[in-house]
C-alpha cells in the first residue's frame, strides 16, 4: 500500500513538473494575440483594439505567467482545457481531443495488438531455433525492419496492398462508420506494428533463449514435458518482463499519435493536431495534448508495474 | 470585357508544376496563394535613393516564355451532348489543403476554400468563356455615363439553403460585413466610399453602387469572393458564434452537409436550386496535402477529381489516358516579394541586388521542372497587356554585389528592425526570407534562392503556417517572401494588391510591398475605365514598365492549375451563367459542380 501511494505521488510530481515546464515554454513562443485575433489584432480601428483589450481579459494575456499557469492548472483539473486559439472560432480544446483522440487510440491499440501478435510467435519460434539458419535469416528481418524509416515502410506498403493489390483503402475518412474506419487504420497500424514487433521480437527471443537454460526449463524437459508445452507454458511467463516493459513504454508514446504514420495516411489524430497547433502557437491545445500523453504515459507504466506482479509473484512480495 | 490571352487549353500535354503558395481572394479576385504548400502604410518612398533607378540591364537574353507549347483553347474533355445526365452518385474532389473556414465575409479562402465555396455558393457574376463577367445571381448591372454609378438588378424568387430570401437586404449585408472585416474590407476600400453611400437599396432587388474612379467592368469585381453571398441569417449567427464559419449557407447547388476538417467535407444536393437541375448527390472535398498521393487517389478511384500546382504530379497526370485535364497557366505568377517599408529593401540598391542574385534560371528548371513558363510580369506573352520589353533580371551576381557593396558601405550600420541585427554584416545584407509550410517544396526554394543570394546576403529562414504567413506579410514583418500572386481574368481587379490606398503604414496592407507610386496608381485607374481593349493594353504595358523598375517582385514563373478528372465524370464545362451564357470552364483552379455528373 505505502509502495502505491508513493507510486501516485511521484507520478503527480511528475505530471505537475511537465506542465510547468510546457507551460513556460508555450508563453515564450509569442503573442497568441494574432492567433486568436487574425488580422484584427494587428488593425487600428477602434473596434479592433476594443476586441484586443477583450481578448487579453478573456484568455488573461495580460496577467503574469504564474497566475496564467495556476488559472490554466485549476480548469485543467476539472475537464477544461480552455479555447482553441482561432481567428475564425475558438472552439473548445476538448471538442479537438474528443474528435482526434479516439483515431489515434484506434491506431494505437491496432498497432500494438498487431505488433505483439507477430512478436510472440515469432520470437518463441526463433528462441526454439536459436543460432540455427531460421533464426539467423529471422534475426536479419527484425533488424532490417527496425533500421528501416517508418515513412519508407509506409510508402511500401501503401503501394504493395494499397495500390498494386488494391486490399485496402489508401484513405482515411473521418465520417464512415467505425468499422469502415478500422479497416482504413489496418495499413497505418501494420507501419508502426513490423518494427515495434521486431524489436519486441528481439527483446523476448534474447530472454526466451536465457529461460530456456534454466534448470527448471531442464527438470521440465526431464520430465517428458513435450517442447510446445515448455515454451508457451513454463519458459514464456517469466520472459514477459522486457518485453511488457518495452511494450508499456511504446504505448505512452503512441497516445501521442504517430505522426508521420498519420501524415501519411492522412488521419486527423493528435499527432497531427499537436504538430498543427505549435506551428500555429496555438497553446491551450499543445498543452492539452501534451498532459494527454503524459498522464497516459504515467498510467501506463503504472499498469506496467501491476502487470510485473501478475506475471510473477515475487514481484508482490 | 479583358482578354487575358488565353491559354487555358484541356490536353495531354506534359507539363507540371509546384506549388508556390496559396493567397488570399478579396474583392472578387481570384485567391492567390500565399508561399504556401506549394505547391503558397507606409507609403513612404524609399531611404536614401542616392543612385539613380538603373534601367533595367538584362542579365541575360530574356528567356523563351513559352515552354507549354503554343498559346491555344483546346477543350478535348469528351463532348457531352450526346449522352443523357444521369442524376445520382458522389464526386470526390481532392484539394491541396484544408481551410479554417468557409465564411466569405470573414474567411482567407484560399484556392481549395474557392473550390468548396463554389459548391455552397452563387456569385452575383461570373466569367464567361470569353473573359468576360456576365450576371448570375443579378439579373443586370447598368452603369451611369460617367461609370462611377452601378445598379444592380437581382434576380427574383431565389433563397438561401436556411429560407431565407436573396434580396437586396441581404447583398447590403453581405458587402458591409465584408468591407467589416479588417482584411477583407483593406481589398474593398480603395474601390468604395467610406461611408453608407457606398451601396444603396433602391428597392427589394435593386442595389446602386457608388465607386471612386470610374470601372469600365463592375461585374468582375462580384465574380469571386467578394460576390459570393451568403445568408444574412448565418452571416448574424456566425459572428456570435464563429464555429459556424464552418458550416456554410448560401444559394448554392449544393448544402452544407458535414465537415471533419483536415478529413473531409461533405455537400449535398440542393433540389431547391433556382439555376435548374443538379445531377450529383453530394461533393465530397478531400483534402490530400501530397501531390503524389492525390494523384494516386486518383488512378486508383478513391477520387473523382483533383485540382494542383504541382509539377511532378501534373506531368503524371498528363501521362495518365485515365484522366480528363483542364489545363490553365492564365492565373498567378510566383515570385519572391520583397517589404519595401523597413530596410534593407527600402532601398532600391538593395531590391536590385537580390534581383541580381536570383536564381531564376534554375528556379525554373529545378522547381519549375523546366515545365512552368518562366514570367518577366503579370501577364503571359500571349495576353494582350503583355510587355515584351521587360526583363526580369537575374543571375548575375557580380552585379548584385556590386550593388550590396553601395548599400552596405553607406547603410550597413542600420538597423534591420525584424532581425534586430545591424542590416549588413561581414559586407553582405543581412535579410530574413520568410515562406508557408511545411512544405518539402517550399524549403528546396528556400534552399536554391539562399544558396544564390549568398553572394551578398546573410539569409535566415523563416516557415511559419500559412495563415500566420498571410498575417505577418499582411502587417509587414517580413523582408521577402516567396509568394503567389496576381492573374485575375480582369487585370483590374489586382489592383488592389498595387495600390498606395491599400497600403496601412499601422496596420494591415493589401499592398504586401508597401510600395507606393502615385504615377502607377493613376495609369491603373485609368486603365479601369477603358473598355476599348487596345488602348488599355498600352497603358497597362506602361505601369507593368513601373512595377519592373521597381524591382519589388522577382518574377519566377506562370503557375500552372490542373484540374484532373475520372474518365466517367461528365459536364465538367457544361456550366452556363444563369442566362445560358457558356462559363469559362476553370479559374485558377476553380471549377463549378452544378452540370457535373458521373457516369
Known sequence: ?317 | MVNRGNHMKTSSSHRSFRRIGAVLATAGLLVSACGGSDDTEADSEPAAESSPEPAAEPAAEPAEDDTLGEAETDVTLPPDDDADSIFGGTLRYGLEADVNGLNPTSSALSAPGLMMANAVFDTLAVYSEGDTSTPHLAESFTASDDLMTWTMKLREGITFHDGTPLNAEAVLVNFNAQRGDPLVGLAIMPFFPQDDSAAVALDDLTIEFHVNFPIADFGSIVTGQLGMVASPTWIAAAKEDPTLNQAPVGTGPFKFDSRSEDSVTRFVRNDDWWGGDVYLDAVEFYPVTDGDDRNNLLFNGDLDALQTTNQASILDLLDSDAVQNIIDDTSEESFAMMNTAIPPFDDIRARQALAYASPVEEYVELIGLGVSRRASQRFTPESINYNPDLVQVSNDPDTAVALVAEYCAERGEETNPLLGTTTCTDGKINIELQWSGPSVVQTRIAELLDEAWSVGFNVTFQELPQDGHILQTAIGQYNVNTWRQFGAVDVWTDNVWLLCATINPAGLSLNWPRNCDEQRDALLFQATAMSDLEARAEVLKEAEALINQAFTYVFFTHTTWVNSFADNVRGVCDHTSADGVKMRCAVSGRTWFSKIWIE
Open chain 1, 1 to 317: 500500500m505505502n509502495y502505491w501511494v508513493q507510486r501516485l505521488t511521484a507520478s503527480l510530481m511528475l505530471l505537475l513538473a511537465v506542465s510547468m515546464l510546457t507551460f513556460a515554454a508555450m508563453n515564450l513562443l509569442g503573442d497568441p494575440l494574432f492567433n486568436i485575433l487574425g488580422p484584427a489584432a494587428a488593425d487600428t480601428k477602434p473596434e479592433s483594439l476594443e476586441k484586443v483589450a477583450a481578448a487579453k481579459e478573456l484568455y488573461y494575456l495580460d496577467r503574469p505567467l504564474p497566475e496564467r499557469y495556476v488559472r490554466w492548472l485549476g480548469d485543467m483539473v476539472t475537464g477544461d482545457f480552455g479555447v482553441q486559439f482561432g481567428s475564425t472560432g475558438q472552439p473548445p480544446v476538448s471538442e479537438l481531443v474528443k474528435e482526434r483522440f479516439p483515431r489515434s487510440l484506434t491506431l494505437l491499440v491496432m498497432a500494438q495488438l498487431l505488433a505483439a501478435m507477430i512478436a510472440i510467435p515469432w520470437a518463441l519460434i526463433s528462441a526454439a531455433r536459436a543460432n540455427k539458419p531460421a533464426d539467423r535469416i529471422s534475426t536479419v528481418n527484425s533488424f532490417l525492419l527496425i533500421a528501416m524509416p517508418n515513412f519508407a515502410l509506409a510508402v511500401i506498403l501503401k503501394y504493395v496492398f494499397g495500390i498494386k493489390l488494391g486490399w485496402f483503402p489508401l484513405t482515411f475518412k473521418a465520417t464512415d462508420p467505425w468499422l469502415t474506419r478500422v479497416y482504413q487504420t489496418f495499413l497505418p497500424a501494420l507501419t508502426i506494428a513490423l518494427p515495434a514487433a521486431a524489436v519486441y521480437q528481439r527483446l523476448l527471443r534474447t530472454d526466451l533463449i536465457t529461460t530456456l537454460q534454466e534448470d527448471f526449463i531442464l527438470m521440465a524437459r526431464s520430465k517428458g514435458v513435450g517442447r510446445r508445452r515448455v515454451l508457451f507454458k513454463h519458459a514464456l511467463r517469466p520472459s514477459l518482463f522486457s518485453f511488457i516493459t518495452v511494450f508499456g513504454i511504446n504505448t505512452g508514446t503512441l497516445i501521442g499519435g504517430s505522426l508521420i504514420v498519420e501524415n501519411i495516411f492522412r488521419i486527423p489524430g493528435l499527432g497531427s493536431a499537436i504538430v498543427e497547433a505549435i506551428l500555429r502557437e496555438d497553446f491551450p491545445v499543445v498543452l492539452a495534448i501534451v498532459m494527454i500523453i503524459t498522464t497516459a504515459f504515467v498510467l501506463v507504466n503504472v499498469l506496467v508495474d501491476a502487470v510485473y506482479t501478475l506475471i510473477d509473484p515475487r514481484v508482490r512480495r
